[in-house]
């Protein structure tokens, strides 16, 4: 999560939202936002690298509702007819096609239209998240792992992962050797947990999904929790909306409900991590199988964690060679943000964020500001296509 000063956060982005400023500077669009779902209510939060994606019900009704009075919600498919303009074939060189094709591309859609994303496809989609939307009369493009096409709910494996060393008593001892883990004395302080963690999500992220499975089985094992450890996350309605991802008859119901899907990987590894024949795996495969389990067409791809720290340019090719017609990341975004139609940048959305602050990320001023004032390269640009 990116830091934001206080001044911007509680002085200038409302001041700017409030004058209308922000909706006046957009620029070309669409933008795309993500969400990763709705705390089931009565939850409590228990960590926020845990549960800082997620969103409030009250917030995100809030965002919607601003969404509706000042910008432009469109649906999977108009997105979809916008991508197929947006990247078509110009009919021959000459200044006078390439216009046409321009002036056809802003015709497709209203001016500050706004695409609606959620990743994970977590149950909470369809018990929170769903019943939000359709109040509003919205709809969204939902990014499923390929666990949504089995017949049972499962856990996103590095949420499990990250509940574990959360839930493990004392200083942490492991020994995995075929991963190359012997680690006796892990601090129980948060900082040093959470490095811990992420540090076993990148090293896992190389092996299979049954191979992680038998890592999380002898990690349970490891850290001395009870055999029954993963039974609450079941059992418990409001755990089970959190954690459980959404099983065949979910994503069929989340179909059902009018809303599109999107293919999130077969078991949401860190691309950078996989080899090549995994990551073709994980992004062929999960068109395959989520097609098969709603018996329609996928066109979208959006990448695991999806920075460009996780994500490389063989990953957008295996993208489009898969035959999805355009792919998300998760970072940058906003109007105005570069587009490659295998690399679209989306506004991460925050439990943390502000309306004001919100606004300022999908309008670009946010992205323009830090892209003016850090030393960082814009991101987006690692990722340009090279032809
Ligand atoms: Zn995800």
Request: hydrophobic fraction near 40%.
């Amino acid at each position: 999560m990116r830091f934001v000063s206080p001044a911007l956060k509680h002085l200038v982005f409302p001041a700017l939202s409030k004058s209308g400023y922000l909706r006046h500077a957009a620029g070309d669009g669409p933008a795309v936002v993500t969400y990763h779902g709705v705390f089931p209510s009565g939850y409590e939060i228990r960590n926020s690298a845990l549960d800082g994606n997620l969103m409030h019900a009250e917030a995100l009704r809030r965002q919607l509702e601003l969404l509706k009075r000042r910008y432009h919600v469109i649906t999977p498919d108009e997105f979809l007819r916008w991508s197929e303009l947006q990247w078509s074939e110009e009919k021959s060189g000459d200044g006078k096609s390439s216009q046409e094709k321009r002036a056809a591309v802003k015709q497709s859609l209203p001016p500050r239209s706004i695409l609606l994303t959620c990743d994970d496809a977590l149950r909470n989609t369809l018990t929170e998240m769903v019943p939000i939307l359709h109040d509003f009369g919205l709809s969204c493009l939902f990014f499923a792992t390929g666990a949504s096409a089995e017949p049972t709910p499962s856990m996103l494996w590095y949420e499990e992962l990250y509940l574990m060393v959360l839930d493990a008593a004392g200083p942490i001892a492991l020994n995995l050797p075929e991963a190359g883990i012997s680690i006796n004395n892990v601090s129980p302080r948060p900082k040093q947990r959470h490095a811990f963690w992420w540090s076993l999500v990148e090293n896992f992220s190389q092996f299979s999904a049954p191979s992680r499975r038998e890592f999380l089985n002898r990690i349970q094992q490891q850290l001395g929790l009870s055999e029954n450890w993963r039974s609450k996350f079941v059992e418990d309605t409001r755990l089970a909306a959190r954690f459980l991802t959404l099983d065949k008859s979910g994503l069929q119901q989340l179909a059902a409900a009018g809303m599109g899907v999107g293919a999130h990987s077969l078991s949401h590894p860190i691309f950078a991590r996989a080899s090549d024949d995994l990551a073709w795996q994980e992004i062929s495969g999960s068109k395959t199988v989520l097609e098969k389990a709603l018996g329609q067409p996928v066109w979208a791809f959006g990448y695991p964690f999806g920075n460009t720290a996780t994500v490389t340019r063989r990953d957008l090719n295996f993208a489009e060679r898969a035959g999805f017609r355009c792919a998300f990341m998760n970072t940058g975004g906003g109007f105005g943000a570069t587009n490659y139609r295998f690399a679209i940048p989306r506004v991460h959305v925050t439990a943390h964020m502000s309306l004001s602050e919100f606004e300022a990320n999908i309008s670009g001023f946010y992205r323009s500001l830090r892209l003016r004032f850090s030393k960082r390269k814009n991101e987006e640009e690692q990722l340009r296509p090279t032809s």
